[in-house]
């Protein structure tokens, strides 16, 4: 069973559309992170749910956002696409405090995005 | 903010031990260590944590000075497959702490060689 999903794997679009990518994940965990990396495999954090609510949220445009249905699931929509959005996203999830290692994160397998 | 810096890459040789050094001079009092592997197309995935002296598990050992200002990741008689990058993370683990502990930066690209 995969721990943790993301849908779809890769997304190639134009410019100005808008795109969802959604993860699930079946670990219990209750927080969920999103990532982007790179072309240069930069790995960043975007944000971060603990519990459906935003807890973190690192200096993304508005036009990226996470919807958090329950504690499963953390979709990203992202409006008005833009050559610079091209990366990897990366879904991830783990459980405060939570198992023997601290805060341990489980991460999807990514979608590639590509916006023409 | 806890800036890591690693080595951007290295080269080893199968069956040989492979020690990867992290610098972490302003680490918290509530901090750990983290670290991370991936492999490409995939995502990263959990390598060992550590908060101070030595941790070892079944894929690699962690050695942190009493300083905590530093700490080597140590991978024995690596093989072709260990070719990957490795993060190193340093943060309050939990998330609620910030993005501190969230920070993959760039990583150490790790090449074995037959």
């Known amino acids: 069973d995969t721990a943790v999903s993301q849908t779809p794997k890769y997304l190639v679009t134009q410019m100005g559309n808008d795109k969802s990518i959604k993860c699930e994940q079946n670990?219990?965990?209750?927080?969920m992170y999103w990532y982007k990396q790179d072309s240069k495999k930069f790995l960043k954090i975007m944000f971060s749910y603990n519990n459906k609510e935003l807890i973190i949220n690192e200096t993304v445009p508005n036009r990226f956002s996470p919807k958090s249905p329950d504690k499963a699931h953390l979709n990203l929509h992202i409006n008005s696409l833009e050559l610079g959005d091209s990366a990897v996203y990366f879904c991830?999830?783990?459980?405060?405090?939570?198992?023997?290692?601290?805060?341990?994160?489980?991460f999807g397998p990514g979608t590639r995005l590509t916006v023409l | 903010l806890a800036k890591t810096t690693q080595p951007i890459s290295m080269d080893s040789y199968e069956g040989q031990e492979v020690n990867i050094t992290c610098s972490h001079n302003?680490?918290?009092?509530?901090?750990?260590i983290t670290w991370y592997q991936q492999f490409p197309s995939q995502g990263p995935r959990f390598i060992i944590q550590g908060y101070k002296t030595k941790v070892t598990n079944e894929v690699a050992s962690l050695f942190i000075p009493a300083d905590r200002k530093s700490s080597t990741l140590s991978l024995p008689r690596v093989s072709l497959s260990d070719t990957a990058v490795y993060y190193c993370l340093v943060g309050d683990t939990y998330s609620g702490g910030g993005a501190d502990g969230l920070t993959f930066g760039k990583g150490t690209h790790l090449i074995i060689q037959p």
């Open positions: 302003n680490i918290a009092t509530n901090d750990y």
């Open positions: 670990l219990g965990h209750d927080t």
């Open positions: 991830a999830s783990s459980q405060r405090g939570g198992g023997n290692n601290l805060n341990e994160q489980f």
